[in-house]
């Protein structure tokens, strides 16, 4: 009996021996897969709460460049996307022959159909008719949040009603190039600041040579409105219209010029008749850069065809004069300036990634562009130099950089006037001027026609 109960108590003492070790396993395995559970759901939770790579945003930039890597905008998004990795610019050229005005028509047609416009290229004329159709986002509080005074910026800053909507990246201040050679043939000194629009007429007499085939004139002028009257625009803000928004027309500067632009046609001869220069319609540079007229008013823009080039090749100097006056004024150094402006779309989704770039493009990146940077805080003078580069054989820097950075050079200031249709005001005035030449009217006469077809335009407005 005794034997029985021994072997009994080993029986329920192995038993318990094997159940608390099958118990221990178990929980050695729940252990282990709680274990598992645990790095599985702190992984997760990592996954979660670690910061996605972050998307560039994409937004284009619309200009008048042909698609060519090796136009100045595409160099420039190309460095602007080689140095930073939150915005890639993609360039949008819409015309391939850098026509203005077929590219503002396309660009119109996108902006309406809602089409991405982001960052868009103007000049002064097209980005102060665009802000007021409305399609422009006003700039002032991208300026305010960055503590960015334009004025201390850029050397023009255009308004419309009080805001803002483009930044200036290049400027062109008007000058008159003169033909070193003609010059110096003609024992006349180089105009400095103080000359007048008298004086001018009579060194293009003096420069005026030979007959028929062999002429050559004292000056060219083109068709264009800022020719019809360049004093309106070097004198004005607006050069058709007055700060409160009344016609000019009927003002002194218009019959000064028209009548002083006849004289130099039928008594002088030191310049080509307006009817066959609308007649034949000829590049705007050729006559000068072949020396078929010795002296051109024109923006400083004319670099780029100054310096050896394929297009107008020559091998005479080019020497630099202030833009001259109306006589009896003695304000020296106003000019007409001209220049180009970035603007974003009112439609565009990615406003603050586009003015990044904007600003980036009119402050270091403008040196990609051929042209005088309108960035007050860059290095005017080492600019010049850089794009005139080996060329000093056919450009005089000392004059140049004389006229442009005097400081007596100056402009009429911004108009706070913007209208529509600016561009329809300009027509009027080079219909005016081109009337007076062919129907021989009187300026009064064509003054009057031009205050009527202004105030046509106007009433329609209404």
């Known amino acids: 009996m005794k034997k029985w109960s021994f072997i009994m108590l080993a029986c329920v003492l192995l038993l318990t021996t094997f159940l ?33 790579p972050v998307e560039p945003v994409l937004i284009k930039f619309y200009s008048h460049e042909k698609n060519d ?25 819409l015309v391939q022959n850098a026509d203005m005005n077929q590219y503002i ?38 300026f305010s949040k960055e503590s960015i005074n334009t004025a201390d910026e850029y050397f023009v800053n255009p308004t419309h009603d009080g805001q803002q909507y483009g930044m200036m990246i290049t400027a062109s201040p ?34 005026t040579k030979g007959e028929g085939n062999e002429k050559r004139y004292g000056t060219f002028f083109p068709t264009w409105g800022e020719f019809a009257n360049p004093i309106t625009y070097t004198d004005n803000p607006q050069p058709f219209l007055t700060e409160d928004g009344q016609l000019r027309y009927n003002e002194d500067s218009f019959k000064y010029w028209f009548e002083m632009r006849r004289a130099m046609e039928e008594d002088d001869k030191s310049v080509q008749k307006h009817a066959d220069i609308l007649a034949t319609n000829p590049n705007i540079w050729a006559d000068y850069f072949t020396g078929k007229a010795s002296m051109y008013l024109t923006g400083s ?18 020497v630099y004069a202030p833009v001259p006056r109306m006589p009896g004024q003695t304000e020296e150094g106003l000019t007409i300036m001209s220049g180009d402006y970035l603007a974003i779309g009112n439609k565009s989704k990615h406003k603050g990634e586009t003015f990044k770039f904007l600003r980036w493009l009119s402050t270091e990146g403008a040196v990609h562009i051929p042209k005088q940077s309108a960035w007050k805080n860059g290095d005017g003078v080492a600019n010049v130099k850089k794009l005139v580069g080996d060329n000093t054989d056919v450009v005089d820097i000392d004059s140049f950089v004389h006229v ?59």
């Open 404 to 462: 442009l950075f005097d400081k007596r050079v100056k402009t009429a200031g911004s108009s706070k006037v913007s209208v529509p249709y600016a561009g329809q005001l300009k027509k009027v005035l080079e219909e005016g001027f081109t009337k007076f030449q062919l129907d021989k009217t009187t300026a009064e006469e064509a003054q009057q026609f031009m205050m009527d077809e202004g105030k046509k335009i106007m009433d329609q407005q209404k």
């Open 174 to 207: 008007w000058l008159v190039m003169f033909n070193e050679e003609h010059l110096k043939e003609a024992n006349l000194p180089l105009p400095d600041f103080g000359w007048t629009w008298d004086d001018f007429r009579a060194y293009a007499k003096a420069l």
């Open 20 to 52: 608390t070790a099958c118990g221990k396993d178990n929980n050695a395995g729940d252990v282990k897969e709680n274990k598992k559970a645990e790095v599985s759901n702190q992984a997760e939770k990592a996954n979660t709460e670690s910061p996605k």
């Open 301 to 318: 823009f004319g670099l780029k065809f100054t310096i050896h080039n394929e297009t107008f090749p020559h091998t005479f100097k080019t």
């Open 69 to 93: 890597a090796n136009e100045p905008f595409q160099k420039a998004i190309k460095e602007f996307n080689e140095i930073q990795s939150e915005i890639i610019v993609e360039n949008v050229s």
């Open 105 to 142: 028509e396309k660009l119109d047609v996108l902006m309406a159909a809602g089409e991405q416009v982001d960052g868009v290229f103007f000049t002064q004329d097209h980005l102060q008719s665009h802000a007021a159709l409305g399609v422009l986002e006003p700039l002032g509080d991208y």
